[in-house]
């Protein structure tokens, strides 16, 4: 299994400002995948990061809002902009590779907007 | 719309005992479902898939039902252990393992 080290492991931020997550994976994975998970509520996929080119986002979230880099098939950051109490979550990186049945994750950024 | 519903938020049962952990899908799509387990502060650790040519997957003390035609799937638990304590999400696919639709999650508490 991939192992996946999620940077911040948290952190407190003040309205305004934003905030960028990095994903590091120990291996070469086809797919990195962002989630989000806001207080008490499922896990909710916010883009696919594509390598070398812009990433695919689902209905509801934008990439002025959540802009996404992914420079090469081990890495990719998120960046949470202009921060309001309600990007208050939990973000999750995932990855997955062609032919593997699972997909895995981060541990986590857990992001208070303060 | 939640495509992926898991009904109970919490489940207690004994050591020893079985853990059924339920799981309710809308999407006639999906062809691929999943069980994580998460504990606080981690991120969720997969346990075990089934596609959806197949009604029943086992590894150990895990096996997975799906039942199409009802469109739910059950995961079991024998015998349950106090280290299995912790949210379990219900997740699906109609891609195969790319893009997935969680359910709510249920936190499964097993007393000694």
């Known amino acids: 299994s991939a192992v996946i080290s999620q940077k911040p492991s948290r952190d407190i931020c003040q309205r305004g400002t934003s905030l960028t997550i990095q994903c590091q994976v120990d291996?070469?994975?086809?797919?990195m995948f962002w989630y989000r998970q806001q207080p008490g509520q499922s896990l909710t996929l916010i883009a696919t990061?594509?390598?070398?080119?812009?990433?695919?986002?689902e209905s509801g979230f934008v990439i002025d809002k959540f802009p996404i880099s992914r420079p090469n098939l081990t890495f990719s950051t998120l960046t949470v902009s202009n921060l309001s109490p309600e990007d208050s979550s939990i973000y999750l990186c995932?990855?997955?590779?062609?032919?593997?049945?699972?997909?895995?994750f981060g541990q986590g950024t857990r992001l208070t907007v303060v | 719309d939640q495509q992926v519903k898991q009904n109970s938020p919490s489940l207690s049962v004994q050591e020893g005992r079985i853990s059924i952990l339920n799981c309710d899908y809308t999407n006639s799509m999906f062809d691929y479902f999943l069980w994580y387990k998460k504990y606080p502060a981690e991120g969720p650790t997969f346990l075990i898939s089934i596609s959806s040519i197949k009604d029943k997957n086992e590894d150990g003390r895990f096996t997975v039902f799906l039942n199409k035609s009802a469109k739910h799937l059950s995961l079991h638990i024998v015998p349950s252990q106090p280290g299995d304590s912790a949210v379990y999400f219900c997740a699906a696919s109609a891609q195969g393992f790319q893009k997935l639709v969680f359910g709510t999650g249920t936190r499964l508490l097993v007393s000694p």
């Open positions: 291996s070469q994975v086809t797919m």
């Open positions: 990061a594509n390598q070398g080119s812009e990433a695919t986002y």
């Open positions: 995932s990855v997955a590779s062609a032919g593997n049945t699972e997909a895995f």
